[in-house]
């Protein structure tokens, strides 16, 4: 693999990492933009006229003054809240809960374990080879190609060189007159 290709794709993998973690670590009142409210201050403003609309996610109410400023709340089970917050006049708009982690944070939570399984495997494995046995070597052979430059072997080459062509020759000899 290119050594460019590689460094490009750390930081690639650096930059998600560092965006998740902020998304992940963000407060719920930097999410919404809207400031954090007591339930019974909502129950109490929208007795007063002071809220104009709200939107009721499961058990998160989020909505905006009159005076269009933002909040949040959370609410507990209370049966008789849409009727209240009807009566004074609020526009109630209801969705459903929603997971409100965001889908590349989702992806990367199922593929990162996966990841650093394999990262651990790939580096493991290239550990145990590293090594003098070479683990999984067992079957490749040792030996190796010579060529005639490289390998041949001359008279010259011989210790002994007249003792080695007198052996030579009564072998040659025997072989064609083995009487």
Request: hydrophobic share 45%; proline share 4%; charged share 20%.
């Amino acid at each position: 693999m290119n050594s460019n290709f590689r460094n490009f794709a750390l930081w690639v993998v650096i930059f998600l990492l560092v965006l998740a973690l902020v998304t992940l670590f963000q407060s719920p009142g930097q999410r919404g933009g809207g400031s954090d409210i007591a339930y019974s201050q909502l129950l109490s403003e929208a007795d007063a006229g002071r809220i104009t609309s709200v939107v009721i996610s499961g058990p998160e109410i989020s909505g905006t003054y009159t005076d269009g400023r933002t909040f949040t709340t959370y609410a507990p089970s209370d049966p008789m809240l849409v009727t209240k917050l009807q009566q004074k006049g609020v526009q109630i708009t209801a969705r459903p809960q929603s997971d409100s982690t965001p889908w590349f944070i989702a992806v990367l939570m199922n593929i990162l374990p996966i990841a650093l399984f394999i990262g651990a495997w790939v580096f493991l494995s290239r550990q145990m080879q590293s090594g003098a046995g070479r683990a999984m070597g067992f079957g490749k052979s040792k030996a190796k190609l010579l060529t005639e430059a490289h390998g041949r072997v001359t008279f010259d080459d011989v210790a002994g060189i007249d003792e080695a062509k007198e052996d030579l020759q009564e072998v040659v000899e025997f072989l064609r007159d083995p009487q």
